[in-house]
């Protein structure tokens, strides 16, 4: 894996004062996010565009507002946007082949085929991409790299996995249905859990984007 960068110094346990700022973020967007169903619950079936547009936005706003609120050094590089070499374009490359391959295998072996992936309007397809951006920017980007400085890669990896599975909770709830999918959170937590190793190895966020790039697309086979 590149580590090509050095590790940012890490404290052995996170000072209640300077884990707030996060925990107040990421509390506060769930609560938000958690309304947001509700409210889109409400939506008629077609509108599809507020289902995708909306989340995309409170993501955006949650990442800005950290970075005005903190202000991290260099905020690009801070959140995992570096230079892209040749080592870490090969890891993002079999990280989306790796996991979309799986979904492919998936569907030989019994997995229902959807078929969306070359059904859906080239639109839906650029929402897909703006919200695996997002996602990552959120999740590996703000929370694991503060978690990171604040309490070391293992302890950040561990919540960080943890916080992508129970933000997608309310995500069943979304199109109408009543019920979380236990074995959907599993596969969900053990994706997250490799993109943040990714990010922690990597020491950036491309090959993260890569891997949830390959499984959104890879979902619609």
Same mark, same amino acid.
């Given at each position: 894996?590149?580590?090509?960068?050095?590790?940012?110094?890490?404290?052995?346990?996170?000072? !209640?004062?300077?884990?707030?700022?996060?925990?107040? !973020?990421?509390?506060?967007?769930?609560?938000? %996010?958690?309304?947001?169903?509700?409210?889109?619950?409400?939506?008629?079936?077609?509108?599809?565009?507020?289902?995708?547009?909306?989340?995309?936005?409170?993501?955006?706003?949650?990442?800005?507002?950290?970075?005005?609120?903190?202000?991290?050094?260099?905020?690009?590089?801070?959140?995992? $946007?570096?230079?892209?070499?040749?080592?870490?374009?090969?890891?993002? $490359?079999?990280?989306?082949?790796?996991?979309?391959? %799986?979904?492919?295998?998936?569907?030989?072996?019994?997995?229902?085929?959807?078929?969306?992936?070359?059904? $859906?309007?080239?639109?839906?397809?650029?929402?897909?991409?703006?919200?695996?951006?997002?996602?990552?920017?959120?999740?590996?980007?703000?929370?694991?790299?503060? !978690?990171?400085?604040?309490?070391?890669?293992?302890?950040?990896?561990?919540?960080?996995?943890?916080?992508?599975?129970?933000?997608?909770?309310?995500?069943?709830?979304?199109?109408?249905?009543?019920?979380?999918?236990?074995?959907?959170?599993?596969?969900?937590?053990?994706?997250?859990?490799?993109?943040?190793?990714?990010?922690?190895?990597?020491?950036?966020? %491309?090959?993260?984007?890569? !891997?949830?790039?390959?499984?959104?697309?890879?979902? $619609?086979?």
């Amino acid at each position: 894996m590149v580590d090509s960068k050095p590790r940012m110094p890490v404290k052995a346990a996170p000072p !209640l004062a300077a884990a707030l700022p996060l925990a107040a !973020l990421f509390g506060g967007l769930f609560l938000v %996010w958690c309304l947001s169903v509700v409210w889109i619950r409400t939506l008629p079936p077609g509108d599809q565009w507020a289902r995708q547009i909306w989340p995309i936005l409170l993501w955006i706003g949650a990442i800005a507002l950290y970075i005005v609120w903190q202000r991290p050094p260099q905020p690009a590089c801070w959140l995992g $946007l570096v230079p892209i070499d040749p080592p870490r374009i090969a890891i993002a $490359l079999a990280a989306f082949v790796g996991v979309f391959a %799986w979904h492919a295998i998936r569907i030989q072996v019994g997995r229902p085929a959807s078929g969306l992936l070359y059904q $859906l309007p080239p639109e839906i397809h650029v929402w897909i991409v703006a919200g695996v951006v997002v996602n990552a920017l959120l999740f590996h980007g703000v929370l694991q790299t503060r !978690l990171t400085e604040l309490a070391g890669s293992r302890l950040a990896i561990g919540v960080t996995g943890i916080a992508v599975t129970l933000f997608r909770v309310p995500s069943f709830f979304v199109g109408g249905g009543f019920g979380v999918e236990p074995g959907m959170l599993v596969i969900i937590l053990f994706l997250a859990l490799i993109a943040a190793i990714l990010r922690d190895r990597s020491q950036s966020l %491309w090959p993260a984007m890569a !891997l949830a790039a390959g499984n959104a697309f890879g979902t $619609l086979l």
